[in-house]
Nanobody
């Protein structure tokens, strides 16, 4: 059974940084892509970034604009989301998700497995 467990969320002041982690287990993830989404209150869940499990190729939402970086270590697990220069509007629940290689990184329906999410709150 696939499990994705996010951690690292919390409360931070605007301009600060957080690093989220996603630990994946339950299957071999070669041929899959790890992604981060977020969902703010009253808004739809939106794509943040993704990274291929095997080669580390990345995709980002345009609005990230260099503030966030997705990465993984040499063991490929966990996957990280480094968030810098945080803004109040970055407040959301952040979710880790997995999709097969070759599917759209931006389409929420491409993602087969989801974590429970971790809350990020940015105060002014």
């Amino acid at each position: 059974q696939v499990q994705l467990v996010e951690s690292g969320g919390g409360l931070v002041q605007a301009g600060g940084s957080l690093r989220l982690s996603c630990a994946a287990s339950g299957r071999t993830f070669s041929g899959y892509v790890m992604g981060w989404f977020r969902q703010a209150p009253g808004k739809e869940r939106e794509f943040v970034a993704s990274i291929t499990w095997t080669y580390g190729n990345t995709n980002y939402a345009d609005w990230v604009k260099g503030r966030f970086t997705i990465s993984r270590d040499n063991a490929k697990n966990p996957v990280y989301l480094q968030m810098n220069s945080l803004r109040v509007e970055d407040t959301a629940v952040y979710y880790c998700a997995v999709r097969p290689v070759g599917t759209s990184p931006f389409d929420i329906n491409s993602y087969k497995y989801w974590g429970q999410g971790t809350q990020v709150t940015v105060s002014s």
